[in-house]
Every structure is written in structure tokens, then in C-alpha cells.
């Protein structure tokens, strides 16, 4: 089974602290993705990569970025952590040949204060 | 640009009682078709998908969902609901891995 795996379940941090939120998969895929989940409005897509050291952005970027470095992680950072950025965040990966189909990781609950 | 509209916010069924969540999306083409299944505290479940072919699609845990193109809709159903599928259900459009949409959920009570 593919295992989607991410670091904290719940964050609590102060406003202007800088937080990164790390996902790991463990079935060598290709794309890798950052969702913020906020009620009634769904996920929305942060940032997604397509392979190591590669980024593109999703329709909410600001105030986030994205790291890379090996193929299994994928890290959102918030820069200097605001009230506004309270929410789920949700870590999903895809392999190409799925088309689409994405596993998600449990969410991480951050609340900044 | 697509868009996925869920119309129920929340939805409270009997146990043992049929299902409908619906589904519309508005695309250009003819869209990939998922619905995902977020129970408390955990992250998002694949319980069907659509690409082509069948438009009545089975999917996990005795859920279907048919694809009607003049509606545009995607209407997940179950004949009969367990206490076990109270959760949130998010249907997504797509075309490819980063040009997905999801819809704000439908949360799912069930009485017993």
C-alpha cells in the first residue's frame, strides 16, 4: 500500500515564527502536492513538484514555499507564520502512470496564534 | 477554467437508508471524475474514479457513482449506509495530475 506519511498532526505556533511542514511517500512518485483544507471551501492547491528540485505553484502560493531535495519528501514552509494561514494542510503524491488518482497523507493541523 | 459544485453541505441519512451526494462540474472536455472520502482526523480515500467507458462506476465500500454528461454530474450513491460512512466527501474534476478541483465536501451524519 502506498504510505503517505507527514510529520505533525497538530502544530500550534506563534504569529511570525517560521514552520515547516515535511511529507514523506514511500512509492518512488513522480508528483508530490500541498493542499490547504479549509471548510467550505474544499483543497486548494498550494505548490506541486513533478520531480526533485521541481516547483510549481498552485492557485494559493503567497506566503508559502516549497523544498525538494529527494524524490520520497516534500516540505511547505511558511516563511514568517500569520493568523490567516490556520488550517489543514494536506500532503498527496501520484505516480504519472495513475493519472490523477492521489494519495493523501493525514493532514497536519496548524494553528498559529 | 473547471469547478466543482457539491449543492448539500451536509447531509443527515438513517441508518440502513439509501444515499445520493451530488455532484455537478462545469469543463471544457470530458473531465476525470473522482470522489474522495475524508473520515474525522484522517487524510482523503479514493472511493472511485471515472475516466471513460461505464458511466455507472463501482468503487470501496459499496459506493457508485454514475456519470451523466448532459447534467454534468457525478452523483455518488449507496443503497444502504452504514454507521461507519459518516465522514466528509469531496467530489474532483481533473484533467491532469496538477489541474484538479475539488468541491467544498458534503458531511455526511448517520442516525441510528
Known amino acids: 500500500d502506498v504510505k503517505v506519511t507527514q510529520s505533525s498532526r497538530y502544530l500550534v505556533k506563534r504569529t511570525g515564527e517560521k514552520v515547516f511542514l515535511e511529507c514523506v511517500q514511500d512509492?518512488?512518485?513522480?508528483?508530490m502536492f500541498w493542499y490547504r483544507q479549509d471548510p467550505g471551501l474544499g483543497l486548494r492547491l498550494i505548490y506541486f513538484?513533478?520531480?526533485?528540485?521541481?516547483?510549481e505553484k498552485g492557485d494559493i502560493p503567497e506566503g508559502y514555499s516549497v523544498s525538494r531535495e529527494k524524490k520520497e519528501r516534500f516540505s511547505l514552509i511558511l516563511e514568517s507564520a500569520s493568523t490567516n494561514q490556520t488550517s489543514m494542510y494536506l500532503c498527496?503524491?501520484?505516480?504519472?502512470?495513475?493519472?490523477?488518482?492521489?494519495?493523501f497523507g493525514p493532514g497536519t493541523r496548524l494553528t498559529v496564534l | 477554467a473547471q469547478s466543482v459544485t457539491q449543492p448539500d453541505i451536509h447531509i443527515t441519512v438513517s441508518e440502513g437508508a439509501s444515499l445520493e451526494l451530488r455532484c455537478n462540474y462545469s469543463y471544457g472536455a470530458t473531465p476525470y471524475l473522482f470522489w474522495y472520502v475524508q473520515s474525522p482526523g484522517q487524510g482523503l480515500q479514493l472511493l472511485l474514479k471515472y475516466f471513460s467507458g461505464d458511466t455507472l462506476v463501482q468503487g470501496i465500500k459499496g459506493f457508485e457513482a454514475e456519470f451523466k454528461r448532459s447534467q454534468s454530474s457525478f452523483n455518488l450513491r449507496k443503497p444502504s449506509v452504514h454507521w461507519s460512512d459518516a465522514a466528509e466527501y469531496f467530489c474532483a474534476v481533473g484533467a491532469h495530475e496538477v489541474d484538479m478541483r475539488f468541491g467544498a465536501g458534503t458531511r455526511l451524519t448517520v442516525k441510528p
Open positions: 498527496a503524491s501520484t505516480d504519472s502512470d495513475l493519472y490523477n488518482e492521489q494519495f
Open positions: 513538484s513533478y520531480d526533485v528540485k521541481m516547483k
Open positions: 512509492m518512488d512518485h513522480e508528483n
